[in-house]
């Protein structure tokens, strides 16, 4: 079933869904028409990207008819970048939880921005800030996932690495439906966050938690660490102990 060219019902804060066979990159579009003035709340939906992303810049394979790509537009007031930083796992959150409940699959949280299922990736989370000083000006939160994928639906290079919730719960789902209930839950987790901060996040993540407990190589700023990781604190930040017994706070990075 493909999506609607229209959407007559939003889920509770969304204020326009603009859907596009085909774009770029949803992000990118968003950003666009949070410059034009887009409210909080504006979704772009794609059925394709020709050049969707991921962090630091990779290409996220989005072919048509099978994933569901969107991204969301996000006016929070009064928040500043370092109160912004724990949005990417909210989301994660949010999406696993979800995903969980609508499709039985046993999604798991990666940090800093994936979500997977086993050792494989499912989906993928962007987020990007306009920022100036401490003022957030808007925040883009994008999601990809891959939702009604086959083996060969998959460049050959990411078969091994990738999956899709055909492939692990042997149904084909439908994208509106399974768009909606994501959107939902992602909008109204987002507001908790924006309301309450990380608090509320913080053990759903734990438990869902494909990092911790696992030693793991990880690319940061201050260069490469290895080391377990133990935990996730309370600003979102993952805490590794090297093979000394130190304990580092990492904010960001990426896990190999």
Request: charged letters at 20%; one cysteine or more; hydrophobic letters at 40%.
């Amino acid at each position: 079933m493909d999506y609607p060219r229209t959407f007559d019902q939003l889920p509770p804060g969304a204020s326009k869904i603009c859907y596009y066979s085909s774009l770029g990159s949803t992000s990118t579009k968003l950003r666009r028409l949070a410059e034009e003035g887009a409210p909080e709340g504006t979704v772009a939906l794609a059925d394709t990207q020709s050049a969707g992303r991921g962090r630091r810049g990779r290409f996220w394979h989005s072919p048509p008819g099978k994933g569901i790509y969107f991204s969301v537009l996000l006016r929070p007031p009064q928040l500043d970048p370092a109160g912004a930083a724990p949005l990417t796992l909210v989301a994660a959150v949010a999406a696993a939880r979800g995903l969980r409940d609508t499709t039985g699959v046993p999604v798991a949280v990666k940090w800093p921005n994936d979500l997977l299922v086993g050792p494989r990736k499912l989906g993928g989370i962007l987020t990007e800030a306009k920022t100036s000083g401490r003022k957030v000006h808007y925040l883009v939160l994008g999601i990809g996932l891959n939702v009604n994928h086959l083996s060969t639906d998959f460049p050959a290079e990411l078969r091994a690495a990738a999956t899709s919730l055909r492939l692990e719960s042997k149904q084909v789902f439908k994208r509106p439906d399974l768009f909606f209930a994501l959107l939902e839950r992602v909008l109204r987790d987002c507001r908790l966050f924006f309301q309450t901060g990380f608090a509320p996040f913080q053990q759903p993540w734990r438990k869902m938690s494909a990092t911790l407990g696992n030693t793991v190589v990880l690319d940061g700023a201050s260069g490469k660490l290895r080391g377990k990781a133990v935990d996730l604190d309370s600003t979102g930040a993952l805490l590794v102990e090297d093979g000394q017994g130190k304990l580092h706070r990492i904010f960001c990075g990426e896990i190999r």
